[in-house]
């Protein structure tokens, strides 16, 4: 693991669970730095439990977990649980990096997302794990319903994660969450329009079919809310994107 200090930690993790969430803990703890903690505040990221940890830090952490258990599924899927459980903002993220989509039920994503409180955790975990699960569209709908601004935000992340990932996914699945991007444009929060707005461009230029349907959708936006300055800007964005020749040529419209 070139690049990190990773003191006192050994080559292969621990064969159980608590033993592993442990070394892994500890590994981020010796390597805390509260100058990133404070950067990352600047980018609207949570500082409540934040070690200031890198993602490439995470990332070593995330291969040396799965290099020690590379037969042993529950094994890892223990190890997740122990550190998201842990409330230490990076452990969360690398929980997502090293948990069994398999093994993640839906108590386990309704839990872990009624736990997110902020951003950068909320893409992570649903663009390295939920993302795969058998669940994910299912909980994509049903979340883009809900009060909370980063359960919301999650709903419309995993369509995102869903139209850049699944490539075998057919249209249907995509055409279903066009409403919902309506539905939801008039939401002023910050992170909640974001995320409407990324899924419809990622949407947007997974084929031609598609690119049409997300063009009318923002179009219908605009309709639909004329005051609205974060449906305004969700429409306008979207638009920008998916009628750039760039997108056009991508996906044979032009």
């Known amino acids: 693991m070139a690049g990190t200090n990773l003191p006192n930690l050994p080559g ?9 969430a442990e070394a892994l803990l500890g590994a981020m703890r010796a390597n805390a730095n509260p100058a990133n903690v404070e950067g990352m505040n600047r980018y609207g990221i949570s500082t409540a439990g934040t070690l200031g940890v890198s993602m490439p ?10 290099r020690s258990f590379p037969k042993d599924a529950t094994v890892r899927h223990e190890t997740a649980q122990l550190l998201w459980s842990s409330g230490v903002h990076e452990a969360r993220i690398l929980a997502a990096l090293v948990d069994v989509p398999a093994l993640v039920d839906e108590a386990q994503m309704e839990r872990w997302v009624a736990d997110l409180d902020s ?10 794990l939920l993302d795969k699960t058998d669940l994910a569209c299912q909980k ?4 883009a319903a809900r009060g909370s601004e980063f359960v919301k935000r999650a709903g419309f992340v995993l369509m995102t994660q869903l139209a850049v990932h699944d490539k075998s996914a057919g249209d249907e699945c995509f055409v279903a969450f066009l409403p919902l991007v309506v ?5 002023e929060r910050i992170y909640v329009k974001k995320a409407v707005n ?3 461009r990622q949407i947007g230029k997974r084929n031609a079919r598609l690119n049409a349907l997300s063009i009318k959708t923002a179009e219908e936006i605009l309709a639909c809310y004329p005051r609205s300055k974060a449906a305004r800007w969700i429409a306008r964005d979207a638009l920008r994107e998916l009628q750039s020749d760039a997108v056009r040529a991508r996906v044979g419209t032009r």
């Open 57 to 66: 830090l995470l990332r070593d952490l995330a291969r040396l977990t799965k």
């Open 119 to 128: 951003w950068d955790v909320c893409d992570q975990l649903c663009g390295n």
């Open 198 to 200: 990324w899924a419809l």
């Open 140 to 143: 994509a709908e049903e979340w």
């Open 12 to 20: 292969l993790l621990p064969h159980d669970n608590e033993g592993a």
């Open 183 to 187: 539905r939801e444009a008039s939401d």
